[in-house]
């Protein structure tokens, strides 16, 4: 670590300093799975992870791409993977994410697309949402291709707490996210009613 530090504002029962890390000292990150148009079917293949699956932060299947393909193991999701825009024609959607929760395990992700993978991802999605990595991903933009590589994410740098203090904290936000997430879909609900 390279420095400790801690917010003013904290659970109760939590002093301990928060120490920095570089994302790639507690995880790895992936580059997804490179397809033709060959390979996409419309039935019976396997769901292809891309930018336009990520909206307001959660996993979206109103477009969907399957493909029929031999997939390496490493590139088939698993729970609390963090999937991330890395590469696309919009500066403004490099680094959108969300996390995948179990029941959308075992899919597969896209060449412009990276999942990153750690036992503190529940955490590290929420750090995913700050100021602070969004400043990250503007700084490492590449000049002439809109785009985070692996060793990019690798190196953007967080201040983490104890784990237990990370669990109250991830706990607490996804209850947030959850209401949030509530209000939108009865704010639509509304909408549809009212139309």
């Keep these: 670590p390279a420095s400790t530090s801690a917010p003013a504002l904290r659970f109760p029962g939590f002093t301990e300093p928060w120490e920095k890390f570089a994302l790639g000292d507690i995880g790895t ?100 949402n700050t100021k602070r990595y969004q400043t990250q991903v503007s700084e490492n933009l590449g000049a002439r291709i809109n785009q985070i590589t692996s060793s990019d994410l690798n190196s953007f740098e967080f201040f983490f707490p104890c784990e237990k203090e990370q669990n109250k904290i991830a706990n607490f936000i996804d209850i947030i996210d959850e209401r949030i997430a509530t209000q939108r879909r009865l704010i639509e609900d509304l909408e549809k009613l009212k139309s």
């Design 29 to 128: 990150s992936l580059i997804g799975l490179t397809y033709s148009p060959k390979d996409v079917v419309q039935e019976n293949g396997i769901i292809v992870l891309r930018s336009s699956n990520i909206k307001d932060g959660a996993l979206d299947f109103n477009d969907v791409v399957r493909v029929s393909k031999k997939i390496r193991p490493s590139l088939f999701t698993q729970e609390d993977d963090i999937l991330i825009c890395s590469r696309n024609g919009s500066a403004r959607l490099i680094g959108k994410n969300a996390i995948i929760p179990k029941s959308f395990s075992g899919l597969t992700f896209g060449a412009f697309m990276m999942v990153y993978r750690s036992n503190q991802n529940r955490f590290v999605h929420h750090l995913l």
